[in-house]
């Protein structure tokens, strides 16, 4: 397969456009067949839900080259079924997850040579999302919408070197209890864009979000989820109904249990507990897993004993082989990997 001319290594995470993507609307109580197009502007009314009332839910995916030269989507599957279960909360109408996986198939397919080669650490990012199309003015779901899947090309997380992020706590709240904290939404990004700015202007990479309801609670960052290690290095994970399900965090905690070894749990995490594990990390499609090395809340500071400088050991483990299943390097556990091409 021949590949675009990019120095695919330095690329960032920025929105590139490549050649096709799929469209698909929505309109009569029905999706109509979708199709690639080669336009990336939108035309809507002035009125659609989307700008009105942000009726919207978005994925986020990416395409590998393998070894062999293949290219192959991880667990397409799930993005598909946690969309459908985000669309259901914002009265959108779930697109069926067999169009979503054709979508994949068509976009990966017309966009091969966007897809970046192996061994880069830079992958195809896929951006699927339904937004509101049709006009509304009364506080209503828009009777139409329109289901489209971008790609573009993202580099490798980790450029020169793994440094471990300083997080602080939030003084602000990501999710109300009963809210919309479990589903992916551009609304959950929105209203987080100044804690995310405060946070920068303050020096810190993220931050850290506690329960809204008694703050005592480990949540979520942005747009991650969080491991936690313990000295004796069993893996823990905060379970709450306020944060989004990530297919990254069910991947590595399946990874720990059954090719590790590893005792997993999934439970609530106080705040206070944080000085007892001995590595944290936040994990997502965008970076698979980045360590935490400090976590800061007013004047009070953890420092993880995995430290500042690289990846604690069980973290690493978790990492590389999570990524080099990924990469079909090592055998996935059963419909993991979807191959396209
Ligand atoms: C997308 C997202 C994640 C990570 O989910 P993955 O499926 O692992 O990419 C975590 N938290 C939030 C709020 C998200 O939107």
């Not at 986020?60 to 599957?77: E, Y």
């Not at 699927?128 to 329109?146: D, L, M, R, T, W």
């Not at 990479?205 to 989820?225: K, P, Q, S």
Request: proline share 6%; hydrophobic share 35%; charged share 25%.
């Amino acid at each position: 397969m021949k590949k675009k001319e990019l120095d695919w290594e330095k690329l960032g995470f920025d929105y590139r456009e490549i050649d096709k993507r799929y469209v698909a609307n929505y309109s009569d109580g029905k999706w109509e067949n979708g199709t690639l197009s080669s336009k990336s502007d939108i035309v809507i009314n002035e009125s659609a839900g989307v700008l009105q009332y942000c009726q919207q839910v978005f994925e986020g995916l990416k395409a590998f080259t393998t070894k062999d030269g293949s290219i192959v989507t991880f667990r397409p599957d799930l993005n598909a079924e946690r969309m459908m279960d985000s669309a259901e909360v914002l009265q959108i109408p779930p697109f069926p997850k067999e169009k979503f996986l054709e979508a994949v198939d068509l976009v990966v397919e017309a966009n091969a040579e966007w897809v970046p080669p192996y061994g880069t650490g830079a992958a195809l990012y896929l951006r699927p999302f339904i937004f509101a199309s049709k006009p509304v003015i009364s506080i209503e779901p828009a009777e139409g919408y329109q289901f489209r899947l971008f790609g573009t090309p993202v580099g490798p997380y980790f450029k020169g070197g793994v440094n471990p992020l300083t997080l602080c706590v939030s003084e602000y709240d990501r999710a109300a209890p009963r809210g919309t904290g479990n589903i992916k939404a551009g609304l959950n990004y929105a209203m987080s864009l100044r804690a995310h700015i405060e946070a920068h202007e303050n020096g810190f990479d993220e931050n850290m979000y506690l329960d809204a309801e008694t703050r005592t609670f480990v949540e979520e960052t942005g747009g991650a989820n969080f491991i936690f290690v313990t000295k004796d290095k069993e893996i823990v994970t905060p379970k709450s109904e306020t944060i989004l399900p990530s297919i990254t965090k069910r991947s590595i905690l399946y990874i720990a249990e059954n090719r590790l070894g590893l005792k997993v749990s999934e439970r609530p995490v106080k705040f206070e507990e944080l000085e007892e594990f001995a590595e944290c990390g936040v994990c997502g499609t965008a970076a698979v897993i980045s360590p935490v090395g400090k976590v800061v809340n007013e004047d009070k500071e953890i420092t993880f004993p995995s430290g500042m400088e690289e990846m604690g050991e069980v973290t690493k483990k978790l990492y590389d082989t999570l990524t080099q299943i990924q990469l079909g390097d090592i055998e996935a556990p059963e419909g993991w990997i979807r191959k396209i091409v």
